[in-house]
């Protein structure tokens, strides 16, 4: 899972970028696109790996993308650069960065009023960006001519531009199978799931976003990215007990992911051995043989079938063996959904 971190300057992005990859260096920072891996912190990879003892133990993982910042925004409300936001149209979701909180050392931008304020213009500044993409396109194919080939994609591009100019983010839209199909080559930005990151003071820390603001494809958290900088720094204990202190139940890390994974509809399923125990994520509802594919691209062609147990199942057995005398250990075809949770051994031509 890729996220691409977006805000107008002076909103702490890179701030939060160092949050939540544990870059405290890059805090503040301008300049170039940063990419940072993170694991997905979950219990379940570290009990199994305590069980089986493997070469290496992977979690799932989170790129994060700082695509750099503009440094000079000039008079008026700011635009972004188009070489920064080439950057992002191929990430899978957006962290939307907005200022909640005062410092006169750092003004904020030209036509900055409030963080609503901020989060309005950047959804417009995407909405823009977008509608540009479309009308280049169908410009383009009307002077093609009425090709038949593309008489359905003409027809969903003018589909997007009444929802573009009606200044609705396409994430808000409904799309058929055949549509998201042809919608994914475009790399659209507002059509990206986001999470809207109030970014607030440390008076602010503890009081939970609004959940009747969030649209659809779109989810809110509130943070100090200030204070999460600090919280690196400590060691685990001492970091434990600052977050009770400020009354807090989990990192800012912790909670970015978590929310992500929901915006995204992602579950995690299990692969466990002596060489490796890894966790795989995959949209919720995916079938056997997609699951196999994210594991490697031949166990989704030459799929038969999967042996699955339940995390759960398989803690409360032991062990394989132990499950296949318990009958909780099953045979799946390729119609079997995968749950969050599944351990799976996939077998294949």
């Known amino acids: 899972m890729q996220v691409g971190i977006l805000g107008w300057p002076g909103s702490g992005k890179s701030t939060l970028f160092a949050a ?15 990419t940072a891996v993170i694991h997905v912190p979950d219990g379940r990879v570290d009990r199994l790996s305590s069980m089986y003892s493997p070469r290496k133990t992977t979690h799932a993982e989170v790129v994060f993308v700082d695509p750099g910042a503009d440094r000079s925004p000039g008079a008026g409300r700011p635009t972004f650069p188009e070489a920064l936001l080439e950057t992002l149209r191929s990430v899978d979701a957006l962290a939307l960065v907005v200022r909640d909180f005062e410092n006169p050392s750092v003004p904020r931008p030209p036509g900055s009023k409030n963080a609503h304020d901020d989060l309005d213009s950047i959804e417009q500044e995407l909405v823009l960006r977008d509608l540009e993409r479309v009308e280049k396109r169908l410009e383009r194919l009307r002077k093609e001519g009425n090709k038949p080939e593309s008489r359905a994609e003409q027809a969903l591009l003018e589909k997007l531009q009444q929802q573009l100019e009606e200044e609705r983010p396409l994430r808000e839209g409904e799309w058929s199978a055949d ?3 042809r919608l ?3 790399q659209f930005l ?5 999470v809207v990151v109030f970014n607030v003071g440390e008076e602010a820390l503890g009081r939970v976003a609004d959940a009747a603001n969030e649209r659809p494809g779109r989810a809110e958290l509130r943070l100090c990215a200030k204070i999460e900088c600090e919280l690196i720094e400590l060691d685990t204990d001492e970091r434990q007990q600052f977050l009770e202190q400020l009354g807090l139940e989990e990192s800012a890390r912790d909670a970015f992911v978590r929310t992500a994974y929901r915006l995204l509809d992602l579950v995690s399923f299990f692969t466990v051995g002596e060489d490796e125990v890894r966790a795989w994520p995959v949209r919720r509802g995916s079938t056997a043989p997609v699951a196999a594919g ?17 995390y759960d199942d398989f803690i409360r057995v032991g062990s394989m063996s ?5 009958g909780v250990l099953r045979l799946e075809g390729k119609n079997y959904q995968v749950h969050d949770g599944d351990i799976m051994h996939v077998r294949h031509a």
């Open 294 to 310: 994210r594991i490697h691209s031949d166990l989704q062609k030459g799929f038969i079938r999967a042996e699955v147990i339940h």
């Open 190 to 194: 507002s059509i990206k799931p986001a």
């Open 184 to 186: 994914r080559g475009f």
């Open 20 to 34: 939540l990859t544990g870059r405290v260096e890059d805090a503040g920072r301008l300049g170039d696109p940063s």
């Open 322 to 326: 132990a499950a296949k005398a318990d």
């Open 179 to 181: 549509e998201w199909a």
